[in-house]
Every structure is written in structure tokens, then in C-alpha cells.
């Protein structure tokens, strides 16, 4: 697929849970990386969803936090992905910062400068990316 | 309204479905685009929406990815408008993407430069704009 | 906390609404500013969130819109937050816009470039920041 997300997580299905209108959905990478989505019923009905099913979890850069110490606080986020910076690109008001992984593969987060700046993130140190079930789209092939 | 969303698209409430806390509501635009909105079902009263009534639909740049191709890959977002690329600018970490609607009006996006690059986006090539219901904020005169 | 999200707002839980599965939560800041948080009450539980606790209530910038002028529109909108613009950082694609509050604090808000030049944004001008419950992300201690 071509799109524009510099997340995306190839996977499988690896829970569902159905609500009354609004649908969680699990997915685990090869890496062993476990994204959470929030989706409509409807999605999953047309989708397809079910354990098991290969599926592709998608997530804008820009929906992505980047947490370097969470100083004993617990966060309502469903996604947290730990690993090591990789790459920071900065521009006057952006910054990109990308995450590998531990498994393999990587997550990519846009900051502002200001934040990049004030968290000092540096390459090879440690940083976890969160992101909100709702900020992820799922993809598959009906 | 002076507001920073790029995309404002004008219409009429074309559908309402109340669910327990949250509505999705769909508005229709003059050029016959289709745009979903998950909003709540208090937003819904405050704002007297009814199907016929005047709304303006605010979609921010950021929220909105581009799709070439899906090759064959279906999608759990409720928002595709699809047409031709009119603009790219291009900074050093973001791009921000206009795609001109078949019906009239345009469609912008903020992407990150790196995806510019890797989906090769041109000026008048056909593109496909995607977002979900969440990212869409509803205004109305009461 | 050590994280990229430019709006991070302490304050005490003064209000919570437990749907079937996802809670809407109220923050208030010493400033008096109120937050609202769309969760899920699994995340409400986890956090052990209850009113009077102190909590962080954390927004991403790109997640934020500005209002200049709102013709007599209702927004669907749970959080708005009115003051005057204290700074302006541009970039070729993206404007980092800082609107400090009546009661102390800032709202930070990236937009683009164009919608800041369109808004005519100036220091010292009166601005509203948008935003809705679903880009609130809570953190408190256990």
C-alpha cells in the first residue's frame, strides 16, 4: 500500500472486542510489537477482522508522543513502543524522530523543535512512543 | 469562521446516528463529498444538527494522510476523497499536500517530507485523501 | 514527566463520566481552566482516577486549532481556551503559535504556515485554541 503514514505495522489479528458502536482491536507484529486500535463495528465487519487475520496498523507520525522519562506517572494511552532513537531530522518549527525497535523495524514521531530541544534527545538513547487507540487506522484485505 | 483548519467543507447534515455517547454524522458538501464526523451525541443537542441544517465540517491538515495506491487493501476510515494533486510544498521535515476535488474545493494534508519523497508525489497525479470520523470537528449557527 | 507534548496542563479531577466503555474526565487547572479528556474507563481504572486527584492532562500541538473570529458558530468541540498570542515561530510548512492564558500557562498550537498567514496572527492579539476530548491523554500516579 501506498499512503503517506510513516507507521505501519504489518501483523496479525490478535484480539477483538466489540462495544456498542466503537470495536478494540489488537494486532501483534512479527517483531512481537502489539498495536491497539480503536475502530467502529463497522470497520470490522467490512474488514473482515477476525484472530488470526493478517491486517496493517497504520499511524500518522504527528499522532505520535514521544516520553523519555514518565517519572512514576501512568499514562491512558493503549500504545507505548520502547527502543532507541535512531534518527532526529530537525526543521524551524518540526522535528521527526524515528524509534527502533527492539523486534525490528522502527516508529516515527513528529515534535515540535521545542520539544526535541527541551526533551536533548540524542541518537542511541533511550525514548518510548505513544499514541492513542483512536490515532490508529487499520488496513486489510477483505 | 477564521480558524486554522485547512479543510472547511460547507454542507448539509445528510444523516444522524445517535449511538450511547457518541453520533456520527454525515455532511454533504455542494460538490457532493461525503464527510463522516464521530461527534457527541451533547455536541449533537448543543449545536441543533438535523438532517437539511447548514454545517461546516473542520478537518486540521495534520489529521489527513495520502493514499496512491491500496493495493487492494480496504480501510477502517470513514473519510476518502479522492482526486488530483494541484500543490506540494515542501519543508525540511513536513510537506503539506492540496488535492483538488472533482465536485469543486480541495483537500489539504500535512505529511512528513520523507513520505513525499517516498510515494513520489507530482502535480496532477491522482491521490486519495483519508482521515477518520474522530479527526472531524462540526460547526453550526444554533 | 519528560515527554514531547507541548500542552501539559496539572490540575485536579473534578469531573468523570463513565460510559459502556469509554469516560469522558474533567480537569481543572490552579489557573481555573478546564480540560476535558475522552478515555476509555479501563484507562480511568488503571489510573485510579477520581475526583480531586491530581492529574496531567497532555495535547500535542498538531492537535490544536486556533480561532480568530467564530461568526457566531458552535463548535462540537469539548475544550476551547481563550488568551492573547504570546509568540509566533513560522517555517516553511508549519507555524508554532503559543496563546497565553488569563490564569497563567500557555496553549501551544501548530497549524500550517498558510492558515497562520490567511489568520493574519499577530503577538499581543486575542486567539482562541480548539481542541476535542479525544486528543486529551491523562497521566497520574497510581
Do not use: C
Not at 90 to 110: K, R
Amino acid at each position: 500500500m501506498k499512503i503517506s503514514a510513516r507507521n505501519v505495522f504489518k501483523g496479525k489479528i490478535t484480539g477483538i472486542q466489540l462495544g456498542a458502536v466503537n470495536a478494540e482491536v489488537a494486532l501483534t507484529t512479527a517483531g512481537g510489537d502489539r498495536i491497539v486500535a480503536s475502530v467502529t463495528n463497522a470497520s470490522v465487519q467490512a474488514l473482515g477482522l477476525a484472530s488470526g487475520k493478517e491486517a496493517i496498523a497504520l499511524v500518522k507520525a504527528s499522532s505520535v508522543l514521544v516520553l523519555t522519562d514518565s517519572e512514576g506517572y501512568q499514562l491512558s494511552t493503549r500504545n507505548s513502543l520502547s527502543g532507541k532513537i535512531a534518527s532526529i531530522t530537525e526543521g524551524p518549527v518540526s522535528a521527526e524522530v524515528a524509534i527502533a525497535l527492539p523486534g525490528g523495524g522502527a516508529v516515527h514521531a513528529t515534535i515540535t523543535h521545542e520539544a526535541s530541544k527541551e526533551l536533548g534527545l540524542k541518537v542511541g538513547a533511550s525514548a518510548t512512543a505513544i499514541f492513542k487507540a483512536g490515532a490508529v487506522i487499520l488496513a486489510a484485505k477483505a
